[in-house]
Structure formats: structure tokens, C-alpha cells
């Protein structure tokens, strides 16, 4: 089937292209939609090309909440100072995507619709509590936690003519965040396991909120509340932060790939999260 | 090399009927191209098939080992999973773009020239665009920095050691002849 | 830090990205084809449905196996063992990937739209992808022609090995297992191929013009000058193109047509075309309690894949390496390769050596061990020395395995302890030694024309493929003829004009090439001599050459060799010949002895790593390769061979592995076969030994280290963490698993 290609350049217009299209696909930095146009995955008959709408590409932070335009590629996230300073971890995230020539491309916007199991900032998005922000025809946009986005491999919860606009990550004071990155294979490999992990202390320095998402084990982020909850209002000590790994070791039921079996994965997990968690301490 | 102006791609290589093309005006190289191609067409195929340019080439198609690195208004891309109907009006700079004005090899390619770093070569042109990003667009100053950069272009002939020596050579002459790397390449 | 001192002419042009591979070449009128590819490991083929590729605007042509088959005058197979592999598949699919149908089109575009409007009508048949299970009595049988799935058998007895059992002391025992795994060289396999009155033209990214050449003659039933093939430089080839591989496609597809062809690999393609022998390695060695090597025996299977190309003698090239560079009074080996319905196997850097250096370097560290000896002191005690005897029963001489192993052990201050390692994680050191033969028999010839201009001219088939043979034949050859390298250049192969070799590869061409380039030299200098001499009036005894000219030996008027050409005349041309004899082909393949090889390849690793223990995970912290290289022609070249070879090598020891998953390879793209970046690879040093004799030969050096970085990785490994890892790669994974066992067995044991 031909396929055509259009750069709209309004939220509006695109999200009108998708309705009136409904195999179109929006195509940002390109690095997931070509990669699946050359291997065939997909044949859609327009392409929506988002780098004429404006809106999409700056980086904000007001009181309650950091914001990050769908269009802002990982690199910039990464280089973002102010992004390092409020959300350090999901600028750690970032820096770890694949290479720098797919970071200075991929969008924050495509990686989350893309919804790659193996891929790092969807967990770190959904430790701190992060919220994408939408548009879609007839004033249907929506604000979707990203912990719930994802439904499945390469699925979310996005309709067909729904555009991502924004990512909103709340801030709190006092919070510490991590992302553990282990890799199994190559320095160029995608996570044998992410750890994300986000602690909001209290005025002693106890635990007033713990999150904990593990990324890349299974087709969706996981976010353990319940191995985390015995640690609310108590010191995060060594021993505890143990108890809570091995309790989020034991809940997930890890997928086998090239990169680890799932006894493998099993066993890493408990470690990134000890790690993960010793770097939100310190 | 490329003509001055416009370059009319499309009769170079004739359309396979079905396709659906498209006409997209680009800065190739400071100079300015105007290219019609299939709207699947990536920037990679683009560059080696119809512009001819030869340092353009394609190992992986998935974005992994950086033989097909161009710089995109000056930030270092995988042509591979570049569409050049996305691409209207960007400059794109490949390894032809970092020779200085009268041809010769611009600064990055000379230390490469001078290290000898180099074996089969096929991964080089490349890796001289990651250089010139990572040292001359981002800017890095911290060796640890630029081979993390770097290690996203792939050498399968191990010619790292001699890589490394290049980028310790670049960034111990930073100030002097560095400075001309930004502006001979990448504008 | 040292700037090079490298004269090479092609840098620039290299760096800059000119044109120079054949990937860079077209030929005008060029049709482009692509590879329909067998979606089953092992079918009957009962059809292939051209139609909906047929109906694709562009395509011009769909060929397949019957096309071939049925046109008399094509021999429908090739292989230069044992000609066994469909130019397209006919009746039988024998390996998911197996090249199917060709799709000939106007335009790539039109081509891959086509590849996928080709149906193939098959039905599935039992296949196998292990070759130990490949010689089980009712394993699914590839070819009717060989029985078993045998794709060569080699044995060799030396000694009395049941006395050597009875003297054992200790006898050690183990199996090592190396996977299959893909050479992955940057630039694809790519062949154009052109007819002009009944002669084929072909350009191709082979390592071996000639044996292109051979092949393409036989499957076209001509003589060999009926088909030119030329090549040019390679973008990478670690033995990937060393054999016909795709070249009978393109050459068919261009005859049918009557219009050039042009056939460019995609990645995936790439690992579906050639790849490693997976090997599994039995190795038993009885000892002396004072840790003398008595015994060996080494069963081997290595796995061939769907299709012969080499397996067969290369099964002996293994068979020759196999008992390791150690003294051992006796020794009985066996070797076999066996079919499989998987990716044909064939040449690859360290080629049949590695998994053997994988098993006997790993073995006697574990006899170390157990014995309570140094490892470096036990190898010390039992190396080959010059004059010993092997176990081929010929005696060995300008043997280094000495001078290796100390500077290999000196590169990684063996004997002083690890700086401490972070909490969590252990340190340590390994080291090991590899022996290995060259290509016996082979031969290379080399014309060398001096022009009037006093230009020089290497006519030679040797190929450029990143290795510097162009840089080292340069060098030989200026300094033979005492002149400006700038004067001598080296064209590309073409079998039209450049003579015979046998292949660039085994790390042969500096030796065999550069050998007959220096005798092409003295062929053309005792012309010079002769012109000089009539040109004087002078005896020829009394002239020498100097500086590009010829004059008495005592000094006075001298004539440069410019003049002794006139203007006009044709260029003097001398030349030489390097010639083999011998090696495997003339040995009985089931009593293996006599003279194996021209010369030995030596080499020696030394690695120190970091294990997490938490994770298994295995860093390298830094990695020493050692070679043998008789005589230095560029030491700048010399040093990245031999470290781009524990580059190359420390990829399959940590992570590559080709995985198969219900007979299909699910990882051929290089996000899932991963090969090392320049993070994966610690700071490299490396050393070249080279001879006291001045005018010794040079080694190629290539291939030396190679073999033993795997073992000496695995051998720090255990040094540092107890895990006994006898799996290549090293992952992470196996090591946690073996560490983990490790510790329940210490607990069992009530510790």
C-alpha cells in the first residue's frame, strides 16, 4: 500500500489525521517506527511526522511538577540540568538509552508509546510517579499514570488517534531517586534487569514513601508495593533494604531471554535492588 | 562529489512504481540538495545509492554499531533509522563534510591519518563523526565521557587502542587546532 | 604514545571514505537481486510459487533450485571438498536460511518487495542442530551421499598411550564446549556478476580471487580463464569470505538475464551464510604427581553446519593442533566434523584452534590446581622445546613457547597478588599458550614489474582486507629493491592480471606472499644485473645494487634502473614463487602423522578480571597477547593485528554465542549477537617475538594470540572466584550458577 507522510502543525490537526487514518502512525525521532518499517512489523499507510507541532519539545518545572514535552529527545532529558537536579535518577535513565545517536533522536513522548519491555525510562517514569499527559480528538485528552500505560509488550493504553504530549513528574521535597542499569552481555546492551528506586524520607530520615520498579524482567514495568511496605516509617538499614529485595525477588515471575534465564533474572534483581536502594540511602 | 546546487535524484535511480515518493530539500555537506525517494526511504540508502557518497554505509539497519552515522544538525544519528522524507531543511553532515575547505582531511581525520587507527577502515569515516560530535558539538572534556560516547561505533577489527590515542591526542590539543574542528566540519 | 611511522597512501582515502570496497562498486545496467531464504531447518521441497513476486512492479525475474538444475550446462552444486551445496535449494532445504529463490529486480527496492511475494511449499523433516546428536544412529540424515552426517574423520596415535595410562598418576577429564558463533564483518558479502561473449566477469568480497575463480569455472563447466574475478578491498573478512559463498547465485542469475547482477548481503544474511564450528572438546591428560604431561586423549566433534566447504580438512587442521604446544609421550586423538541442519561452518580467525586452546589451556590449569604447582611453572615444565618431537612424530624446530609464556605471564606481573578489588568482587590472573599450523600445501606467486618511469608494480592476489598486506608487500618490496616505497604500489587482485594464491588467510601472506614478492625481486634484479653488465661491458659478478641503481662493488659511475629501461619498453617484469608441500592432504586421515605444517604459529594470553560475585558478571581489566612473528615488516601493523585479534577473541569469550531455538539462528542482528565496543575492551598491551636471525621470515600474526585469550579470561576467572567455567561465553549467568555451586558444595562438605 503507498504510504504518505504529513507534518501537521497542530495538536489539533494531528490528532484529526489520526481519526480520519486509522493505520496512520506518528513518527517522532524514528528510531522504533523505522526500525519496525524495515522489518516489516508495520504498514501503515500515513505517516505523521510531529516535528512542526509546537509544544512538544521543552523541558519546564513549576512548584509541584517537572515537564517534559513529548518531542524532547533522551539526550536532552539526560544534558538537562534542571532535570538532574529534580529527577536525577530519570536523567540517569536516559543516559544509559542504547547509544548516543539513538538518544539524540528517540523522544521521551516514543519511548513510552513504544512501550519496549527492555528499554529504561518507562520504570524510572513510574517510580517517581510520573503522569503522561494527552490529546485526542473532540477534547478527549487524558492524564494516564505512567505505572498503569503499559499494558503488555509493545501495548499501552493509548488509543489509535491519542497523542502523548507531556510527561509530568511530580516533585517532592527531600525525595532520592536511583536507576540501576544491569547489563549482562555488551556496554551496548539493552537491561538485563532496571531498577528504579525512589525514597521520600521523612523529617528523621525514616521512610515516609518508598517506590520500587523493576524494568526489563517481564512485558511490564513492576512496581512492588507490597515488598515495600513493611519499610514505611522505619530506617532503611541494610537489613531492611535486604528484606526488601529478596521480597521483590520472590514477587516477580521474570521472562527468559538472550540477555538472562529467569532463574538469572531472579537473582539480579534481588541484588539491583539492594544496590539501588543503597544508593537512595546514601 | 556533489554539485554546487541542486541535484535532480530522482532520474538516478527511477522509481519503482507503487511506491509512493517524495521530494525533500536538505543541507547536505553546506550544500543544498533537493532528493526524491520512496517516503520509506532512509537517509543511509539515500546517501550510498543515490548521492553516492561511499563513507556512508549500513553494517546492523538497527542503530547499533554506528557505521552509518551522519550528524543531523550537528548531533550524531544513525542514518539507518533516519527517514530522509523526515528531514526537510536539516543539515547533514557525513565524513565528506569534515574535510577542510580545500579538500584535505580536516582535523579529526588527520589524527586518525597520523595514529595510523585504522584497519579494514569500513567503521572509520564514522567514527571520525562520533569524534567530531563527542569533542567539537557536545563538547566533552573528560576522556571517561567521550568513550562513552564512543561506544556506540563498533570496530569488529579492534582498532580501539588506537582510537583511545586518537581522542588522548585531540583533547590534550584542545584550544589550538581543536578549535578549527568545530568550525571546518558540522556547521 | 608513539605517532606512526606508517607510509601508507591508502590512509586518507581510508579515513575519508573514498571508495575502495566492493561494496563501493557498480556496474552500469546493474539488475539487483535478493535472497528468498528457507524459513525450516530441514524440508522436502516440493515448490516455490514465483507469482505474487512476479506481479511486483520492478521485478524482473524470480530463478530457483529448478531453474538451475534444469539447465544442462550448469553443475547445479558446488564445493571444492565435496560439492555438496545447491547453488539454490533443490528437493531438500538442509538449514533455516538456506538460499531458496533469487528475486532479480531494477531496483533494491523493487527486489525486497518481491523477496517477499516468493511462497515456498515444503514440508518439515526431523532436523538437528547438535553434532554429537548428529551421529546418533536415528538422527535425521542430511545428505544420502554421507552416511552418519560424517563430514571428515581423523585420527592420530603417538607412543603407547595404554602404557601412558598405566604410568599416569592423576588422570584429568573434562569436556569444553565452544559454540557456534558469526565473524560479523562490518562490510556484507557482496558479488557483481557480468557475461560478455561466453566469459563471466565477476567482482566479489573474497578473500581468495583464485578459488572464486575455480569454483565459478567448475559450476559453469569452463576453463579457468574463462572467468575473471577481481575484488578490491575488504571491509573485514575474519574467514567469512574466504570460500564461494554467493557468487554462483549472482554468476547464474546474470547468465539467465543477460545483464549484470548485483547481490549485497543484508546483516541477518550475513550470519545465515558462514560461521564457526561449534566444537565440543573430550580432553583426558594423565599426569606425573610432579605434573610431567604423560597422556593425552582428545576427542573432538566439531559441527560442520548443512554444507561441507572446508570441514572436512579442517577437521584435520584441528586434528593437528589438537594435542597443544606441550611435550607428550603419548597421545591418541580423534576428530570429527558431522552435518547439521544449521549455518554451513567455515574458516574463522583462530580457525579450529580456539576451541581446542579453549580445552587443553583450561585443563592444566585445573591439573595446576589440583596438583598444588604454579600454572605458569607446570607449563614451564612441559612445553615444547626446540627439537622435540610432536605428536605427528616429526620434530619441531625455532620453537618460542617459552619466550611466550614469560612474557605473556610478565605482561600481567604473574606472581604478585591483585591490587584489592571493591567489596563484593575478587580479582585474578590467567595465562595460556596456543600452538597452530599454517595452510600446508599452498602457493603463492608475485610478479614484480619495474616501468621506465621507475615506477614499481606488485602484480599479486593477495588481499587487502585490514590486515596491511598492501602496507607489508609495499615494505618487502622496496627494501628488497633498495628504493622509495612511494614508488611501489600494489593493485587489487584481478585473476586476469595478478598471479596465483592460494587464499589470503591462516595468517600466510606476509610469509608465503612476502616470500614470493622477495624472490619476484631477485628474479628482477639479476635482470637489472644482465642489462648493466651488457650496458658497461663489465662481468655481471662484479656489479651490486644500491639506492634504486646499479654500479661496481667497489664504488664508481652507476646506472639507476630508469636508465636501464628505455622509454617506451615494456616494464622488466620478475618473478617468484612461494610453494608448499605436503601438510594434511598427503597424510592417511586415519594414521595421522609426517610433516604438518611450514611453519608453527606460536602465541600466548595473559588476562587479569574482576568477577562480581554477586552477579557473575566477568570485567577484564587488562589483556596481553603475545605472538611469534619471526621478522617485524611494521611494527605499527604487527601491534593491531595481534591486539585486534584479543579484541576479536575476547568477544567470543565473553559474550557471542549464534543461538539456535527449534533449528532456527534467533539472534542474527547485532542488537542480540552483541560483539565487544570500546568499553568492553580494557587497555591492551602486546608483544611481537621476533628472531635473532635478521633475515628470518616473517610470521603473519593475526591469529597468534588469539586461541588463548579465551582460557587465560577463563583461567583468571577461576583464579580469582573458584568458578571452573568449561562453557564459552563466559556469561555472567554461568559463572553465578558455578559459583553458587560452589558454595553449596562447600556448605555440603560442612564448611
Known amino acids: 500500500m503507498p504510504l504518505r507522510y504529513v507534518e501537521p502543525s497542530s495538536v489539533l490537526e494531528t490528532c484529526a489525521l489520526l481519526r480520519s487514518n486509522r493505520d496512520a502512525r506518528l ?52 544534558d538537562s540540568d534542571r532535570v538532574r537536579a529534580l529527577a536525577p535518577s530519570l536523567a540517569a535513565a536516559c543516559q544509559e538509552v542504547g547509544n548516543v545517536r539513538v ?180 | 562529489m556533489l554539485g554546487p546546487t541542486v541535484v535532480a535524484v530522482a532520474e538516478m535511480a527511477p522509481a519503482p512504481p507503487g511506491l509512493d515518493w517524495q521530494q525533500t530539500q ?8 533537493t532528493v526524491t525517494a520512496p517516503v520509506t526511504e532512509t537517509l543511509s540508502r539515500t546517501l550510498r545509492c543515490r548521492v553516492g557518497l561511499t563513507s556512508v554505509r549500513e553494517t546492523c539497519g538497527v542503530g547499533v554499531c554506528g557505521t552509518c552515522t551522519v550528524l543531523l544538525d550537528g548531533s550524531a544519528a544513525s542514518s539507518c533509522l533516519a527517514l530522509t522524507a523526515q528531514l526537510a531543511g536539516v543539515a547533514v553532515t557525513t565524513a565528506e563534510g569534515l574535510l577542510g575547505p580545500d579538500g584535505e582531511p580536516g582535523p579529526v581525520q588527520r589524527a586518525f591519518i597520523r595514529r595510523g587507527a585504522y584497519q579494514c577502515g569500513f567503521c572509520i569515516p564514522a567514527m571520525t563523526l562520533a569524534v567530531h560530535a563527542a569533542l567539537y558539538v557536545r563538547r566533552h572534556r573528560d576522556r571517561e565521557a567521550v568513550v562513552d560516547e564512543l561506544s556506540g561505533n563498533l570496530c569488529r577489527c579492534g582498532s580501539y587502542p588506537q582510537i583511545r590515542e586518537v581522542l588522548m591526542e585531540l583533547l590534550a590539543d584542545r584550544g589550538g587546532e581543536a578549535a578549527d574542528g568545530a568550525t571546518t566540519g558540522g556547521r | 604514545m608513539t605517532v606512526v611511522d606508517l607510509d601508507d597512501r591508502d590512509a586518507q582515502d581510508t579515513v575519508v571514505g573514498r571508495p575502495r570496497y566492493v561494496l563501493d562498486q557498480h556496474i552500469e545496467g546493474e539488475l539487483h537481486a535478493k535472497i528468498v531464504r528457507s524459513p525450516h531447518p530441514h524440508a522436502r521441497l516440493d515448490g516455490v510459487d514465483p507469482t505474487r513476486a512476479l506481479a511486483t512492479p520492478g521485478v524482473v525475474a524470480v530463478l530457483t533450485g529448478a531453474d538451475v538444475s534444469g539447465d544442462a550446462s550448469i553443475n547445479a552444486t558446488f564445493g571444492r571438498q565435496r560439492s555438496d551445496q545447491p547453488i539454490l535449494a533443490v528437493g531438500t532445504l538442509r538449514y533455516a536460511g538456506e538460499p531458496v529463490a533469487l528475486v532479480v529486480a531494477e531496483s533494491i527496492e523493487a527486489a525486497e518487495a518481491g523477496r517477499e511475494g516468493v511462497g ?130 549472482a554468476a547464474v542469475a546474470a547468465r539467465r538475464l543477460g545483464r549484470p547482477i548485483r547481490l549485497e548481503l543484508d546483516r541477518d544474511e550475513v550470519f545465515l551464510t558462514i560461521g564457526k564450528h561449534a566444537a565440543s572438546v573430550r580432553l583426558a591428560t594423565g599426569v606425573a604427581t610432579d605434573g610431567r604431561l604423560l597422556v593425552r586423549r582428545v576427542q573432538v566433534v566439531y559441527n560442520a553446519g548443512a554444507y561441507a566447504l572446508t570441514s572436512p580438512l579442517a577437521a584435520g587442521q584441528g586434528l593437528l593442533r589438537a594435542p597443544g604446544p606441550y611435550r607428550i609421550p603419548h597421545v591418541e586423538a580423534h576428530v570429527l566434523a558431522r552435518y547439521t541442519n544449521t549455518v554451513p561452518s567455515g574458516p574463522f580467525r583462530g580457525a579450529m584452534t580456539s576451541q581446542l586452546a579453549f580445552a587443553y589451556e583450561s585443563q592444566m590449569d585445573e591439573i595446576a590446581s589440583s596438583l598444588g604447582i604454579d600454572p605458569v611453572a607446570l607449563r614451564r615444565r612441559n612445553l615444547l622445546k626446540d627439537g622435540d618431537q610432536y605428536a605427528t612424530g616429526e620434530h619441531l624446530h625455532q620453537l618460542h613457547f617459552g619466550e611466550l609464556l614469560e612474557d605473556a605471564a610478565r605482561a600481567v606481573e604473574w606472581g604478585t597478588p591483585c591490587a584489592p578489588a571493591p567489596p563484593g568482587r575478587v580479582r585474578g590472573k590467567g595465562v595460556a599458550v596456543m600452538i597452530k599450523t599454517t595452510l600446508t600445501p599452498s602457493r603463492s606467486v608475485a610478479r614484480v614489474e619495474l616501468a621506465a618511469d621507475g615506477s614499481i608494480t606488485v602484480r599479486s592476489s593477495s588481499v587487502e582486507m585490514g590486515q596491511g598486506s598492501r602496507a607489508a608487500l609495499t615494505r618487502i618490496v622496496a627494501q628488497a629493491l633498495g628504493v622509495q616505497e612511494a614508488r611501489v604500489s600494489v593493485p587489487h587482485p584481478d585473476t586476469d592480471r595478478t598471479p596465483f594464491d592460494s587464499s589470503t588467510s591462516s595468517s600466510r601472506t606476509t610469509s608465503s606472499m612476502g616470500t614470493a614478492c622477495v624472490r619476484a625481486v631477485d628474479d628482477l634484479r639479476c635482470q637489472l644485473t644482465e642489462r648493466a653488465a651488457a650496458e658497461l661491458g663489465v662481468p655481471a659478478e662484479s656489479l651490486a645494487h644500491r639506492d634504486g641503481a646499479i654500479g661496481p662493488q667497489g664504488g664508481g659511475a652507476r646506472i639507476t634502473y630508469e636508465h636501464l629501461l628505455a ?110 565496543s570500546i568499553q568492553d575492551v580494557p587497555e591492551l598491551t602486546s608483544t611481537a617475538i621476533e628472531s635473532s636471525d635478521l633475515e628470518a621470515e616473517p610470521h603473519g600474526v593475526g591469529e597468534m594470540a588469539l586461541p588463548a585469550v579465551a582460557p587465560a579470561v577463563a583461567n583468571a576467572v577461576f583464579h580469582a572466584s573458584g568458578a571452573r567455567i568449561r562453557c564459552l561465553p563466559l556469561t555472567p549467568e554461568r559463572v553465578l550458577r558455578c559459583l553458587r555451586e560452589n558454595a553449596r558444595a562447600d556448605g555440603g562438605s560442612g564448611g
Open chain 3, 567 to 676: 622509454l617506451g619498453d615494456p616494464p622488466l617484469v620478475g618473478e617468484g614463487l612461494f610453494e608448499s608441500h605436503g601438510g594434511l592432504p598427503a597424510m592417511d586421515p586415519l594414521d595421522v602423522r609426517g610433516f604438518s605444517t611450514v611453519h608453527w604459529h606460536q602465541g600466548a594470553a595473559a588476562a587479569e578480571v574482576e568477577v562480581d560475585c554477586e552477579t557473575g558478571r566477568v570485567t577484564v581489566l587488562r589483556c596481553h597477547g603475545s605472538a611469534y612473528a619471526g621478522r617485524v615488516v611494521n611494527a605499527h601493523r604487527v601491534r593491531q593485528q595481534n591486539q585486534g585479534s584479543v579484541v576479536f577473541a575476547l568477544g567470543q569469550t565473553l559474550m557471542e554465542e549464534l543461538v539456535y531455538d527449534e533449528g532456527r539462528v534467533v539472534n542474527a542482528n547485532l542488537a542480540e549477537y552483541m560483539i565487544p
Open chain 3, 120 to 249: 515456498i511449499e515444503c514440508r518439515a523433516l526431523p532436523h538437528v542442530v547438535d553434532a554429537e546428536a548428529a551421529g546418533a544412529p536415528d538422527a535425521p540424515q542430511l545428505h544420502a551421499a554421507w552416511a552418519g552426517n560424517g563430514c571428515g574423520e581423523w585420527k592420530l596415535r603417538y607412543g603407547d598411550p595404554e602404557q601412558g595410562w598405566r604410568e599416569a598418576d592423576r588422570v584429568f577429564e573434562g569436556t569444553y564446549w565452544s559454540p557456534p558463533a558469526s565473524h560479523v564483518p562490518m562490510e556484507p558479502h557482496v558479488c557483481l556478476a557480468a557475461w560478455e561473449d561466453g566469459r563471466l566477469s565477476v567482482w566479489t568480497s573474497t578473500q581468495a580471487p583464485h578459488r572464486v575463480r575455480d569454483d565459478l569455472a567448475a559450476v559453469f563447466r569452463l576453463a579457468p580463464e574463462a572467468v575473471r574475478v577481481q575484488t578490491r578491498d575488504l571491509g573485514g573478512a575474519f574467514g567469512a569470505k574466504g570460500q564461494t559463498t554467493i557468487e554462483p547465485m
Open chain 1, 103 to 282: 538518544r539524540n533522536r528517540a523522544t521521551l513522548g516514543g519511548n513510552l508509546a513504544e512501550a519496549d519491555y527492555a528499554s529504561d525510562p518507562p520504570a524510572v517514569l513510574a517510580s517517581l510517579g510520573a503522569v503522561v499527559c494527552t490529546a485526542a480528538p473532540e477534547g478527549g485528552g487524558r492524564r494516564i499514570p505512567v505505572s498503569d500505560l503499559i499494558t503488555d509488550y509493545y501495548t499501552t493504553q493509548l488509543t489509535s488517534d491519542e497523542v502523548v504530549l507531556r510527561v509530568e513528574v511530580p516533585l517532592i521535597d527531600g525525595r532520592r531517586s536511583a536507576y540501576v542499569k544491569y547489563r549482562s552481555r555488551s556496554s551496548e546492551d539493552r537491561p538485563c534487569v532496571g531498577v528504579a528506586a525512589s525514597l521520600v524520607p521523612d523529617p528523621q530520615g525514616w521512610v515516609a514513601s518508598l517506590e520500587v520498579v523493576v524494568g526489563a524482567v517481564t512485558s511490564t514495568p513492576q512496581r512492588m508495593t507490597t515488598a515495600t511496605e513493611g519499610v514505611v516509617g522505619a530506617r532503611l538499614d541494610e537489613a531492611r533494604a535486604g528484606a526488601v529485595a529478596a521480597a521483590v525477588a520472590a514477587a516477580i515471575h521474570p521472562i527468559a531471554d538472550g540477555r538472562g534465564s529467569a532463574w538469572y533474572r531472579t537473582q539480579v534483581i534481588e541484588v539491583m535492588v539492594r544496590r539501588a536502594l543503597a544508593m537512595v540511602v546514601a
Open chain 1, 27 to 78: 513518527i517522532a525521532g524514528g528510531t522504533a517506527v523505522v526500525l519496525m518499517l524495515r522489518q516489516r512489523l508495520i504498514d501503515p499507510s500515513l505517516l505523521i511526522g510531529l516535528r512542526r507541532v509546537p509544544g512538544l519539545d521543552s523541558i519546564t518545572a513549576a512548584s509541584q511538577w517537572l515537564s517534559i514535552g513529548a518531542a524532547v529527545t533522551l539526550q536532552q532529558v539526560a
Open chain 2, 26 to 33: 536538505l543541507q547536505l555537506n553546506h550544500r543544498r540538495l
